[in-house]
């Protein structure tokens, strides 16, 4: 059956060796193509179909993985919010929050989640900041490879949302990332240019991932050195 099809993997995760401190058979499970019933579908702002795992799936596939208490999440800085005025998706606010994903036996990931305002109301900024934190989650157990829905992230996979709407989540979590390493907008924003030799608002997807991936690590260096 369709529903028991397996999503073959993008590309070679290497992860045991970037995961020395698991089993050999956990590395083998996190190494197996994602089963495609666990993926959930809607339709994106552009009318696109969307992708994704949802957060109870994370989390009931690091404790089938992993196993109950041998890994864990928190925040790793305040929940931050920026009202926005005038956008086309009628979004009236972001918050953006950073996770960190650890499990035992391997260094911490972090990340940056979002979650859309649609309802300026105490529970649509509720919902918008849970919202916010789960992706967080989600997007930091995408280093462990196709069991948490790597393949769903390729920037070039037609199924994505479309590429406006993705180049501004992109840009929104650079901007997230910036206060982590002491940078305000601004100079987040010329770091980036610097980095890619382009205007901030010209970068494509590709250079605004790359930049992401950088400062992620960056952020997870320095909170290790703290």
């Known amino acids: 059956m369709d529903s028991q099809r397996r999503l073959a993997p993008v590309e070679s995760d290497g992860l045991s060796d970037q995961l020395p401190g698991l089993s050999a058979e956990i590395v083998r499970v996190l190494e197996q193509p994602l089963v495609r019933k666990l993926v ?4 994106a702002p552009g009318g696109e179909m969307l992708r994704y795992l949802e957060g109870h799936v994370v989390v009931e596939q690091a ?6 208490g041998k890994w864990g999440s928190e925040l790793a800085g305040p929940i ?11 979004w009236h606010g972001m918050y953006t929050a950073t996770v960190r994903v650890t499990v035992r036996g391997c260094e911490p990931h972090t990340d940056v989640g979002t979650g859309a305002v649609s309802d ?8 918008a900041i849970k919202a916010a934190v789960t992706d967080a989650l989600k997007r930091g157990f995408r280093f462990y490879g196709q069991q948490f829905g790597l393949g769903l992230y390729n920037r070039a996979n037609p199924e994505r949302i479309s590429a406006a709407n993705e180049r501004a989540d992109l840009r929104a979590t650079v901007l997230a990332l910036g206060p982590l390493l002491g940078l305000d907008d601004a100079r987040s924003r010329k770091s980036a240019q610097a ?7 010209r970068l494509t997807c590709p250079e605004l991932a790359a930049i992401v991936r950088a400062m992620a690590e960056a952020v997870t260096k320095r909170q290790k050195a703290a």
């Open 80 to 90: 931050d919010y920026r009202p926005l005025s005038g956008d086309e998706n009628g």
């Open 195 to 201: 980095k890619a030799g382009r205007p901030f608002d």
């Open 63 to 68: 404790n089938r993985i992993f196993g109950f």
């Open 40 to 43: 959930a579908r809607r339709k």
């Open 120 to 127: 300026p109301s105490p529970e649509g900024h509720d919902t």
